[in-house]
């Protein structure tokens, strides 16, 4: 059975930059597709970026667009959130979710009710 765990969190200025790694356990995920999402204090788990499990497709929240980089190596078993010009509003615990998608090469999915794998999160703390 496939388990994930991430690193990388940390304290950071705004503007900074952070790179977050979700290393997997127990199985191959060369045909899951990945996620990652985040949760403040208070505030419900949601979407940051997700790709699919060639890495053909990738999807990204509105805020984050621009700035955030979603990657993986298969051959490593790792995924990869690279988060620049960090903000305040970006502080929350991020986690990494994974779904085995054999399908399609291209498939990804946005939303926590598709995901079947979690890691256990990784503190990311912004300050202005």
């Known amino acids: 059975q496939v388990q994930l765990a991430e690193s990388g969190g940390g304290l950071v200025q705004a503007g900074d930059s952070l790179t977050l790694s979700c290393a997997a356990s127990?199985?191959?995920?060369?045909?899951?597709?990945m996620g990652w999402f985040r949760q403040a204090p208070g505030k419900e788990r949601e979407f940051v970026t997700a790709i699919s499990w060639s890495g053909s497709g990738t999807n990204y929240a509105d805020s984050v667009a621009g700035r955030f980089t979603i990657s993986r190596d298969n051959t490593k078993n790792t995924v990869y959130l690279q988060m620049n010009s960090l903000k305040p509003e970006g502080t929350a615990v991020y986690y990494c979710a994974g779904r085995a998608f054999p399908l399609s090469a291209h498939v990804y999915f946005i939303t926590v009710k598709d995901y079947r794998t979690w890691g256990q999160g990784t503190q990311v703390t912004v300050f202005s």
């Open positions: 127990g199985g191959t995920i060369s045909q899951y597709a």
